[in-house]
């Protein structure tokens, strides 16, 4: 039925791109919303059909996931939730995996947030996503939020000095002092790893400048796509992985999924989401040929006349 | 306001009902606040359809949704600064008494004066509503952009400058697990493997000619002809590819965005897909 409904669609959108084409050709207008109604379909199709990809994990993202991987058991590690509701469905895909995977490897994780919305969804993920598939896990002892504080880069240039300064409790009002995954870390040089997911700012950037590079910190990041290019100079020398968007997460889960068998029927949002973005992408390009060789024709009528 | 902009009114209104009902309804057998998530779910639909209906053309539901979520997000933002960061940071440290009233933990500690001065700052910040006060609160909007100007101008030469400069001074012929070992051992171990020689050695080389040519497009003391000129026209080529590379992934993350919100409709709202 799945493959039925994508054939169908396939030659609703090429049909109609075919269909433009020709009336391209004819140097008759498009109407510019005929163009999002194509990028609706070629999105919606693969949710209501869906199919996916097999992926294979890069270099830069494996970078993260074999530090993860390798770090010994009951290591510190501080994953920051810099992102709002509007970047979620980009980058929490990637924010559940490398939560996952942490916990499974049976690391202590101090969760944080430089942004407001970043604790709403940090405590919506750990209730609904992450924690289901853990219950042996304690709050406190396996894993810790210490939610949001408003500062920006300042509250990163307190912490890589002092933690209880910026953040005397965790988000259950319990002082740090009595938690047990922050014995022995008084500041964030006292994490093994840093995992910084976000793409604004505060973001992934900032946690380099004023954590990694002065603390001398390990850190990976994941990231919003529209920032990633941005990003990728920091690697290998600055950060030690890097998820960039949608393909980032997709491949970790992917890497997850081949390397620990307890995860083969999870969720992965990040996979699914491959479908919808190869189809919308193919038509994006479709786009933009047909608009280059409708210039060109156009150019040559007008230098011939 | 137009007949027809009240016609389109009442029937969104219609729709939003029916659909407030039939969630309501749907959602009955496994939910004891069913009207409460009912309503949501409908009104985050609303919402959703209410920006995309920018896309056809302006509207009083876009304004709506557009007005309601600037208000929302500064409320939020405000609201939660206040509990995390006076409540949970600052009140520990002043009072037990108030700390006993909010429900936090007190910090005992000597007197420091210096928990005063964010407080003293924050009003000044908040002269900003008053009509004749408002110079007031140039002064902590001073001290902001100076405390980050410094902050940053540190951080940025030591991570963008210093660090970034010395990671394009990459070895040429390899170097670290790549170390060159003659050409015989780099044919007779080939490998076209990403991990490989060859793949390294050709990512040193972009480095390097990337940044050269890209540096020489930004250098007009010299007329951009001859071996310069070249040299220039691969500096462009690599800054338009670099464009390239930001466009293909903003398209992708806007993609996202969009699946993200369509997946809602079809699951949370219409019950599409599972």
């Keep these: 039925m799945a493959d039925l409904g994508i054939i169908v669609s396939l030659v609703i959108i090429f049909g109609g791109l075919v269909a433009l084409f020709v009336r391209s050709i004819q140097a008759r207008e498009v109407d510019r919303r ?47 939730f810099d992102f709002d509701p509007a970047m979620a469905p980009e980058v929490q895909p990637m924010a559940n995996a490398i939560s996952r ?61 002092d933690f209880r300064k910026m953040f005397p409790t965790d988000v259950n009002s319990v002082l740090l002092d009595s938690i047990e995954v922050f014995n022995g870390v008084n500041s964030a040089k006292d994490v093994d790893l840093v995992i910084a997911i976000g793409g604004g700012k505060p973001g992934p950037k900032e946690w380099v400048l004023f954590i990694g590079d002065p603390g001398n910190i390990p850190i990976g990041f994941g990231v919003a796509a529209v920032v990633a290019p941005q990003l990728y100079p920091y690697y290998p020398a600055q950060v030690i992985g890097i ?29 699914r989401m491959m479908g919808p973005q190869t189809l919308a992408h193919v038509v994006i390009l479709s786009f933009i040929v047909i608009g280059n060789v409708v210039f060109f024709r156009s150019r040559r009528r007008e230098k011939k006349a | 306001m137009k007949r027809t902009t009240y016609i389109m009114m009442a029937v ?35 919402l959703t359809l209410a920006v995309l ?101 540190i951080r940025y030469l030591r991570s963008d400058f210093i660090k970034q400069i010395s990671s394009t001074f990459v070895p040429l012929l390899g170097g670290g697990q790549h170390e060159w070992q003659g050409i015989g051992h ?20 972009v480095i390097f000619l990337g940044v050269f040519c890209g540096l020489v497009y930004f250098f007009f003391s010299k007329e951009h002809t001859g071996t310069f000129g070249r040299a220039s026209r691969v500096g462009i080529w690599i800054l338009m590819i670099t464009f390239g590379a930001s466009f293909g992934y903003t398209v992708m993350g806007r993609i996202s965005l969009l699946v993200g919100r369509i997946t809602f409709l079809f699951r949370d709202w219409l019950g599409l897909v599972s």
């Design chain 1, 101 to 161: 995977h942490s916990l499974e490897k049976g690391h202590k994780i101090i969760f944080m947030s430089l942004w407001a919305t970043g604790q709403a969804l940090l405590t919506h993920s750990l209730a609904n996503y992450i924690l289901p598939g853990f219950p042996e896990k304690q709050d406190g002892i396996d894993y810790v939020n210490i939610g949001y504080k408003a500062g920006n880069e300042g509250v990163l240039n307190v912490i890589i000095t």
């Design chain 1, 243 to 271: 998820l960039g968007g949608v393909k980032g997460a997709a491949e970790y889960e992917s890497e997850l999924q081949k390397t620990h068998p307890r995860f083969r029927d999870m969720d992965t949002p990040g996979l």
């Design chain 2, 12 to 46: 969104v209104f219609g729709l939003f009902v029916l659909s407030w009902i039939y969630k309501g309804i749907s959602l009955q057998s496994n939910n004891d606040h069913y009207i409460l998530d009912g309503f949501l779910v409908t009104f985050s639909a609303f």
């Design chain 2, 53 to 153: 209906s920018f896309l056809y053309t302006d509207n009083p539901f876009y304004k709506f949704a557009e007005h309601l979520f600037v208000g929302v997000s500064a409320a939020f933002w405000m609201c939660l600064g206040f509990w995390t960061t006076i409540v949970q940071n600052l009140i520990p440290r002043l009072s037990e008494g108030v700390s006993g009233f909010f429900k936090v933990p007190y910090l005992p500690g000597p007197y420091n004066f210096f928990f005063f001065i964010p407080v003293i700052l924050g009003i000044m910040l908040l002269m900003r509503l008053s009509p004749k006060g408002g110079w007031i609160s140039r002064w902590p909007l001073a001290w902001i952009i100076g405390t980050t100007a410094g902050l940053n101008f």
């Design chain 2, 186 to 205: 780099f044919f007779s171990n080939f490998d076209l493997s990403a991990s490989g020689q060859f793949v390294a050695l050709v990512a040193n080389w």
């Design chain 1, 34 to 80: 005929i163009i999002f109604l194509f990028i609706f379909i070629a999105v919606a199709a693969p949710i209501l059909f869906p199919f996916t990809f097999s992926e294979t994990a890069t270099e830069v993202v494996k970078g993260v996931f074999d530090k993860i991987e390798s770090l010994p058991e009951g290591s510190k590690v501080l994953i920051s």
